[in-house]
């Protein structure tokens, strides 16, 4: 089946740095959809990309769905603690089957 | 986007007991999925419950298993049956689109988390 690779596993930041993640595929996805999920809380969306070469932005994160549509990155800047967390990216495909990225895990120091 | 609500929202079951969890939507909705996520890994997609007709699952779950109903546009439950300490996971619910209708994002309950002892 499809599988998507996200790098990297883990990060630890110092708190005002900027934070970059990635994923990406072998397949082609028509959406990438990136999520941040807290301890005991189910993934929240985060932003949506639908078009090759798109770069989104909500507040601090900023998106893009890559040329080729095999790949997708997410930057977070100036990080603060409360963006402590597993971020997943998705992407979904021509059957609207949603697969996602093994996370990266975001710890901050303050 | 639409709220989801699952109940209950953890549970500690004997094995070969059976669990069902419920997912409730403040809208109405076409697709509602179930996704398992087991203890430090990612999502994976259980099956697709769709309104009026069978569930649909992905490979490597069976309905025996994880026996699903959809009976409106807003309700599904997942029952995971015969329980084994593997079956210990978050079990999530989600729904495409949302109260606003923008389809292909998918939003997601707070999820069930399981342990079977």
């Known amino acids: 089946g499809q599988q998507l690779n996200q790098s990297p596993q883990s990060m630890f930041i110092q708190e005002g740095e900027d934070v970059s993640m990635n994923c990406t595929s072998s397949?082609?996805?028509?959406?990438w959809l990136w999520y941040k999920q807290d301890p005991g809380e189910g993934p929240v969306l985060l932003i949506a990309l639908y078009k090759a070469g798109e770069l989104t932005s909500n507040g601090r994160l900023t998106a893009q769905f890559g040329i080729t549509r095999k790949d997708s990155f997410l930057n977070i800047s100036a990080s603060i603690p409360s963006d402590v967390g597993i971020y997943f990216c998705a992407g979904l495909n021509a059957g609207n089957m949603l697969t996602f990225g093994g996370g990266t895990r975001l710890m901050v120091k303050p | 986007s639409a709220v989801i609500s699952q109940k209950p929202s953890r549970d500690i079951c004997q094995r070969g007991t059976s669990l069902t969890i419920q997912c409730q939507v403040d809208s109405q909705v076409t697709m509602m999925f179930w996704y398992r996520q087991q203890p430090g890994q990612s999502l994976t997609l259980i099956a697709t419950a769709n309104q009026g007709s069978e569930a649909t699952y992905e490979s490597g779950f069976v309905i025996d298993k994880f026996p699903i109903s959809r009976p409106n546009l807003t309700f599904s439950t997942l029952t995971v049956s015969n329980m084994s300490p593997e079956d210990s996971s978050i079990y999530l619910c989600?729904?495409?689109?949302?109260?606003?209708?923008?389809?292909?994002?998918?939003?997601f309950g707070p999820g069930t988390r399981l342990t079977v002892t």
């Open positions: 989600s729904v495409e689109g949302g109260a606003d209708h923008i389809s292909y994002e998918q939003y």
């Open positions: 397949s082609i996805f028509n959406t």
